[in-house]
């Protein structure tokens, strides 16, 4: 084929498309990869750190895991702090045992770059796409028209290839926006932990042995440059209480983006030869760490139906690429919704906002005294 086309055009170098190419590239298939920031943008674009098991598996079935296993740190466990009480939930312990791998995303986008091109892969960096047909199969980069067999629409949550899906959307905006930091400061907990205040959600994340994530609860439309060192770590300390628990490690903060909690599902996720992988095909909030993992499962579901179509000539697996991954999707969205109720509550003292905030606190409570609750929760939070 010639250099404009591929058996497989896949747009954007995230997760997604960097975990088919790889599965792709695996079964001799010929795949192009088209993303419109530089190598060294994505190689450094943090984001997602918590890997759950069936990524893990997916990622260590297809040769992909050495980087994580090697530098990844195992997880196990929550820790829940309100004004009543803190209590922690062991997930190995809990559920189906399941542990996560904290890995940065970056880490992992690198090593996933390097094995694909290894693989022989090829990545087209600096190539925006501005249309793309699923009915043709073709796409435009940079006024140059690619064709393929198979497009992969990988190109997240503000790509074009989306748009050329006619299909329902169930857009929802859950109203609740977080700032979300990167603090070059060693973890302050061995859990991750989850406060919950009056004056709002903070949360405490692990990353590596000198960065963690942390996030505060803000008023939708704030400036997160309004927010300096001093005020957030003022503001985590009170909301994680410290006087209570300790202080916090602290140290400078080097990331500061304020991420509106919402999510975006569709009612189908392909038209004709495109099909929606990761963010592209549905959006989810960072609450419950779901949205890299679904990701990586759905690239496994596209990449299994996309080699059946080219070594058997069997398309059913395409034909069902939706009806696989939308009651994944549909889970997901459900234990998000779920862990987003129970972080949050709303302020103000009228009828709906202390009956909401007491529903919480009754739901809070049942976690932290009910076994069975607490194996839903292992089970949801590391599984999909
Ligand atoms: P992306 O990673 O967004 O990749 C899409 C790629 O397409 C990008 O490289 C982009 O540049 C490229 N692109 C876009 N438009 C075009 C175009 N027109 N032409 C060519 N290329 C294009 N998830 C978890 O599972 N666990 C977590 O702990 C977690 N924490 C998070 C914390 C934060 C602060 C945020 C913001 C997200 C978090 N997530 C987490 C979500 C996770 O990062 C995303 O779900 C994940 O990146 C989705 O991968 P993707 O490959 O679908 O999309």
């Not at 209590?87 to 904290?102: A, P, S």
């Not at 793309?132 to 067999?149: E, F, N, Y």
Request: hydrophobic share 40%; aromatic share 8%.
């Amino acid at each position: 084929m010639g250099k404009n086309d591929a058996d497989v055009l896949i747009l954007g170098a995230g997760p997604a498309g960097l975990v088919l190419g790889n599965l792709l590239r695996a079964a001799g298939i010929d795949c192009l990869i088209l993303e419109r920031r530089s190598r060294e943008h994505v190689e450094n674009r943090s984001r997602a750190g918590f890997l759950a098991a069936n990524s893990v598996r997916v990622l260590t079935e297809n040769g992909l895991a050495d980087g994580l296993l090697r530098n990844g740190a195992e997880h196990d466990t929550c820790a829940f702090r309100s004004d009543r009480a803190e209590f922690e939930l062991n997930y190995r312990e809990l559920g189906r045992g399941e542990v996560h791998t904290v890995y940065p995303q970056q880490f992992l986008v690198t090593d996933l770059i390097a094995e694909f091109l290894s693989r022989g892969g090829e990545i087209r960096f600096g190539a925006e796409v501005s249309s793309v047909s699923g009915t043709d199969a073709t796409v435009i980069a940079d006024d140059l028209l690619l064709r393929a067999k198979y497009i992969a629409g990988c190109d997240g949550r503000r790509g074009v290839s989306r748009r050329s899906v006619p299909a329902r959307v169930f857009p929802r905006d859950h109203g609740i926006s977080w700032l979300a930091l990167l603090a070059e400061a060693p973890p302050s907990m061995s859990a991750t932990g989850y406060a919950i205040h009056e004056r709002g959600f903070a949360g405490h994340m692990t990353r590596t042995s000198t960065v963690t994530r942390y996030y505060l609860e803000v008023p939708r439309g704030e400036d997160p440059d309004d927010w300096t060192d001093e005020r957030v770590w003022d503001e985590l300390n009170l909301r994680m209480r410290a006087e209570q628990y300790g202080p916090l490690k602290q140290g400078a903060i080097v990331e500061r983006r304020i991420v509106d909690m919402g999510s975006h599902v569709m009612d189908k996720i392909q038209r004709g030869n495109l099909f929606l992988v990761g963010d592209a095909a549905s959006l989810i909030s960072p609450a419950a760490a779901k949205g890299a993992n679904l990701a990586v499962l759905e690239a496994e579901i596209l990449a299994r139906a996309l080699i059946a179509a080219h070594r058997k000539k069997d398309t059913a697996p395409l034909d069902r690429y939706s009806a696989e991954c939308l009651p994944r999707i549909w889970h997901a969205q459900e234990f998000s919704h779920w862990l987003i109720n129970l972080l949050h509550g709303p302020s103000g003292h009228d009828d709906e906002a202390v009956f909401q905030r007491a529903l919480r606190d009754a739901r809070l409570e049942s976690l932290r005294v009910s076994r069975a609750h607490q194996d839903f929760f292992a089970e949801n939070y590391v599984g999909i």
